[in-house]
Structures are given as C-alpha cells and as structure tokens.
C-alpha cells in the first residue's frame, strides 16, 4: 500500500521561527497536498502540487509557501510562524489527474505548537 | 464559505445500533463523494466513495445514500461497534480542473459497549 512519511509527529516552535515540514510519499504520485485539520473546521486545503515544481493555492494559503522540488517530497514552509498556526499538518499523495481512482492517502499528521 | 456542511458535529451510539451522519453540498460541480475514517493519531483514510449516478453503495455495514435533487449523502453504519469509534469526514469533488477535495467538519463517532 501507499505510505506517506511525514517528518515529524510533534514539533514546537517559537513565534517567528521559519518551520519546514516534509512529507514524502513511495508511490510515485503527481498530486501532493498539504491540509490543516482543526477542531470544529474539518480539514482544509493549504497548498497542493500535481507536478515537480508547480503548485496551486489552496483555501487557506496565507502565511504559508511550498516547495516541490522532487515527485516523491513535498514540504510546506510556515515563513514566519505564529500562534494561529498551531494545528494538526497533513500531507496526502494521489494518482495522476485523470486517474479513475481519486483516493487520497493520508500521512499520520504532525502536530505543531506555535510558542 | 463551508462548501461541504456535515452534522452532527459528534455522536454516541450504542453497540448494535445505527449511526448516521449528514452531508450536503452547494457546487453541482462535485460529482465524486468519498467517506474518510479517521483514528486517533492516524491519517484519515477512505472507507467508502459514491458518484452520483446511483442513489445507494453498500459496503459490509457502511452504507452511502445520495440524494443529489436534495444535494444530500449521508453515511449509514449498521450495527455498530466500539471499533467504529473514529472521527469521520464527508467530502466531495470533481472531476474538472485539479480535482480538489472539500472537506466536512468532522463528525465524531463514540459506539459505547
């Protein structure tokens, strides 16, 4: 089955910090997504890439930029953090665009605290 | 703007009974209507998916019913089991452009023995 790998499970970070995420999926995927996962909001969409070095803004792409650098890794980067992004991460991987399948494999998540 | 409106927001049942969740959408755009499980410390994953040209998909005890005149699915869990016990996601999507998935809010789901 497809595995996504991300980085860290916690992290705690100060106010201001530059922070990176990583995520990285086996399966050779052309779509990556980054979503945040809040109490009461569901999950929602930060940032998504459907090829090396492209990516595409989500709902909520404020404070946050991507890197693609590679098909199997995906990175989200929090520039300069702040408190309101203290959140549950999580990176998906899914098959090409025109696949019938339109299944998202999940990561287990890293949960980031914002000092 | 919450393009996917789930409720209840969370849910107790009892060993043995049904759990139902609700769903409706705004963009008749969407025409794939997927059903995530999540666990606590994991990932959502996919437990069950339906396209709108059938009304019902059953899969053991997960049932999907749309109703696409009323923009509404919902998810049946019969019998259910403390197993069950997971938070749950309605979503939805289409197949033009990039195919981006919108989430519900989350219904959590407690089965008490």
């Known amino acids: 089955d497809v595995k996504v790998t991300q980085s860290s499970r916690y992290l705690v970070k100060r106010t201001g910090e530059k922070v990176f995420l990583e995520c990285v999926q086996d399966?050779?995927?052309?779509?990556m997504f980054w979503y945040r996962q809040d109490p009461g909001l569901g999950l929602r969409l930060i940032y998504f890439s459907y090829d090396v070095k492209m990516k595409e803004k989500g709902d909520i792409p404020e404070g946050y930029s991507v890197s693609r650098e590679k098909k199997e890794r995906f990175s989200l980067i929090l520039e300069s953090a702040s408190t309101n992004q203290t959140s549950m991460y999580l990176c998906?991987?899914?098959?090409?665009?025109?696949?019938?399948?339109?299944?998202?494999?999940f990561g287990s998540g890293t949960q980031l605290s914002v000092l | 703007q919450q393009q996917v409106k789930q409720s209840p927001q969370s849910l107790i049942v009892q060993k043995g009974g049904i759990s139902i969740i609700n769903c409706a959408y705004e963009n008749t755009a969407f025409d794939y209507f997927p059903w995530y499980q999540q666990f606590p410390g994991k990932g959502p994953a996919l437990l069950i998916a339906i396209r709108p040209d059938v009304s019902e998909k059953k899969e053991g005890r997960f049932t999907i019913s749309f109703n696409k005149s009323a923009k509404q699915f919902s998810l049946h869990i019969m019998d259910s089991q403390p197993g069950d016990s997971a938070t749950y996601f309605c979503?939805?999507?289409?197949?033009?452009?990039?195919?981006?998935?919108?989430f519900g809010t989350g219904t959590k789901l407690q089965v008490i023995p």
């Open positions: 998906a991987s899914r098959g090409a665009i025109y696949a019938t399948n339109e299944k998202l494999f």
């Open positions: 979503a939805a999507s289409s197949s033009g452009g990039y195919q981006k998935v919108t």
């Open positions: 399966m050779d995927h052309e779509n």
